[in-house]
């Protein structure tokens, strides 16, 4: 298995690293119950954001200082650090990279981060670039399937909302290829459908998907319904077509009795009005099951990048 450095595309990840962060995660549930560990003093970790986040960063934030290093953040970082007064991303990189052991950084740009990475000289960790990708969430967001489903191969997956913007159905379309016999169903409102890029790479890879447009139909067939908030920010003017796709598709009462018993429904957070609050008591909402293992989750890969 070839060691990790940089995290900065899902696509990066084959079955066996997956593997190692699934079992490391699993290892650092009981080391959060005890309380933590010592294997990171003295490393520092840098969150770098300027976009705005609150599990993520939090949860980074948590993993290092719960094993043990210590933590330097500059969040709100194009209004606060020293991109306001006009300094380029490469050159605030090479300055935080001389002060830390490894910089989290979520960007408005897609591909920020691998511009970052070419001259960090130290790992990078993508937590968001722009419409691009979030694979630190996409690996929570399997774990969360294994933990919740019990596996990983054999699974049929609805991504419904902002398929277009969405970073994390991007990233997760990239991770649920390399598993066998997966089926995707994407339903999304018309302006905002899955991009062709993902869709080839699908094709290329033979996996099985298909664009449905009735959620009671699709929670009848699907283990996971991964609902996704229509993702305001990348719309600038166009409001009319915001507030189409707003409101479109909802998960509510109604679509949770079309569900299997097994099945679950997900959501990377923040949720706007897309999933009802009426159905959080149900023992199939597992949204919020799943933000907490993004702690263990990127405690695992600050162990594989540090340790
Ligand atoms: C997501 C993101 O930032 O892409 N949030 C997260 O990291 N959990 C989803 C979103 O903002 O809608």
């Known amino acids: 298995m070839d060691r990790l ?17 699934f079992s ?12 933590g560990s010592n294997i990171l003093n003295r490393r520092v970790m840098a ?3 300027y976009e705005p986040s609150t599990r993520t960063r939090l949860s980074f934030e948590s993993a290092m200082t719960r094993l043990g290093g210590a933590v330097l953040t500059t969040e709100s970082a194009q209004e606060f650090s020293s991109a306001a007064k006009g300094e380029t991303l490469e050159d605030t990189i090479r300055v935080v990279a001389g002060y830390t ?11 920020a981060s691998n511009r970052a990475a070419a001259v960090a000289g130290i790992p990078v960790i993508n937590a968001g670039d722009g419409a691009g990708q979030h694979p ?5 967001d399997m774990y969360t ?6 596996r990983l191969e054999e699974i049929a997956v609805a991504l419904v909302g902002d398929l277009a913007n969405g970073r994390t159905v991007r990233s997760l379309c990239y991770l649920l290829a390399k598993y066998e016999d997966i089926k995707i169903y994407f339903v999304a409102p018309e302006v905002v459908r899955m991009k062709d890029d993902i869709k080839e790479y699908l094709q290329r890879h033979q996996v099985d998907f298909e664009e449905a447009d009735d959620l009671h139909d699709v ?5 996971v319904i991964y609902q996704t908030r229509i993702q305001k920010e990348r719309f600038g003017d166009r409001t009319t077509e915001y507030e189409q796709a707003r409101g479109k598709y909802i998960v509510d009462r109604s679509v949770m009795d079309c569900m299997q018993d097994h099945a679950v429904v997900m959501h990377p957070l923040p949720r706007v009005d897309e999933i009802d609050p009426a159905v959080d008591a149900d023992p199939r909402a597992a949204y919020f099951r799943q933000a907490h293992n993004g702690l263990y989750v990127r405690m695992a890969l600050l ?3 540090l340790a």
């Open 145 to 150: 399937i294994q933990r919740e489903i019990g």
């Open 303 to 305: 162990r594989m990048l």
């Open 5 to 21: 450095y940089h995290v900065l595309e899902a696509q990066q990840f084959d079955i066996d690293q997956m593997d190692a962060v």
């Open 136 to 140: 630190t969430q996409a690996l929570l």
């Open 219 to 223: 929670a009848r067939q699907a283990d």
């Open 47 to 49: 969150t770098l954001f």
């Open 24 to 35: 490391i995660a699993r290892e650092m549930e009981q080391v959060v119950q005890h309380y």
């Open 101 to 111: 052991d490894v910089i989290v950084l979520r960007h408005f740009e897609s591909g």
